[in-house]
């Protein structure tokens, strides 16, 4: 019998050696993240992979699973951890490599396999590991799936199987490459910085950019698992401001920055200034609208109220469908309603039928970045985002708040602004017009300056972002009303960035 994993074991010791470790916490809405050692050691990562496997099995689904591993010192020896536990509970497993996240999803398609099990922390700094899983192509785990795997690895209640493989898939990345490459080339030379942070996608990045026949000017991309520079996060100010500097001495059309695990992309106009992700998707919106018409469009909740208001998206008949942030919702949301694409603030950007194949992937959305572009051959990506209707906007900002203790706090804040909204109580000087308690709260006011509080899905961290239509000191004003609920709490503590 296998032994119960437990929450916390001391290293250096016969039972850290002997019996898995799995803090409960690890298990987040929608993929799994731990720090490597502190909270899950290597048999902790094989009880997972039993988990997942037995789970499959029971769910009915065809036992294959594409497996991939991103950049860093660790990654490897923990799908090895995962592979032997997969293995154990009966699956066959095809072993893709090093890979992006988008590569893995893609294994799913070109291999015709139905499930995925993908080894990366993603943006989130060194020591950090994870896990991002789906059984139902292009979807991935939520709420729900992550808590019956939950239960089963936390209870040791596997099914064993003889019936496990191994299969190893060589070059697997040139396939990918291939794919995204069979399409016509730009109409335009575009000259585009293409940063990497040292993660993953620096592999891969540049060699696409220039087969679409893009001038590519490398950033970071030499692979360096110590990140020496700045984690890869194009949400980071840090990496936003190394790509606008180089964009700017190098006189690039676009700047783009991938994240560890290449699903996400950041963007930086030809002027240097950074593009938040959420007003880059009204863009492209506007863009991909104008050949379908009718479009859906699925955006998170941290996102511009652009897409509700913008004249040209109401012209084209846009549908604007706000939901939870997390890249497994917006996904599924985006399959559900078939919408053309889905956007999230972070980066996350899933095209649809016929842009793409409905999972996020970082290249697909440069791609889209770059076409239009190339429909638009007399302006530059300044002009395209001069041309959106202004709005003053803040950076993701997180307080660090503990994964225990997080979604209290979150309760409490949505039931303070419910009882403000009910009692017809200001919030930054104005009424509230509106309440979306789709994840957290966004608290919109009358001027139609708003604000949103959650939990964060991957880390021991609050969000905030706040946003006004009309001024940057009413965006101020916003931020301060939330920060001011927010320090009632004294489990909230520091942000890693404000305005």
Known sequence: MYPIPQPALTPNSLAYESRPLVKPTGFREYDARWLFEKEINLMGVQALGLGLGT???????????????????????????????????GMKVHDIGLALSPMAYFAQFALDVPCVAMVTASHNDNGWTGVKMGMERPLTFGPDEMARLRDIVLAADFDLAPSGGYVFVPDFAEHYIADLLERPKLTR???????????????????????????????????????????PNPEDMKMLHAIADTVRASGADVGLGFD???????????????????KVGVMLARDLSAIHQGATFVVDVKSTG??????????????????????????RRVSELKALAGFEKSGHFFFGAPVGRGYDDGLVSAIAVLDMLDRNPGRSLSALKTAL?????????????DDEVKYRVVEAVVAHFASAKAN????????????????????TVEDGTWGLVRASSNKPELVVVVESPVSEPRMREMFAALDGVLRDHPDVGAYNQTI
């Open 55 to 89: 789970f499959i099995r029971r769910s009915g689904v065809r036992p294959e699973i594409v497996v991939g591993h991103d950049f860093r010192s660790y990654s490897s020896s923990i799908k090895y951890a995962l592979i032997s536990g997969l293995m154990a509970a």
């Open 189 to 231: 030379r575009l000259k585009v910085v293409c940063a990497c942070g040292n993660g993953t996608a620096g592999a891969f990045a540049p060699r696409v950019l220039e087969g679409l026949g893009c001038e590519v000017v490398p950033l970071d991309v030499e692979l360096d698992h110590t990140f020496p520079r700045y984690n």
């Open 260 to 278: 560890g695990d290449g699903d996400r992309c950041g963007v930086v106009d030809d002027r240097g200034e950074e593009i938040f992700a959420d």
């Open 306 to 331: 652009l897409y509700a208001t913008d004249p040209v998206l109401k012209a084209n008949g846009v549908k604007a469908d706000y939901w939870k942030t997390g890249h497994s919702y917006i996904k």
């Open 389 to 401: 209707p202004k709005t003053w906007s803040s950076p993701t900002m997180s307080p660090h708040c």
């Open 424 to 443: 017809g109580e200001p919030v930054a000087g104005q009424p509230i017009r509106d309440l979306n308690t789709v994840n957290g709260v966004r608290v």
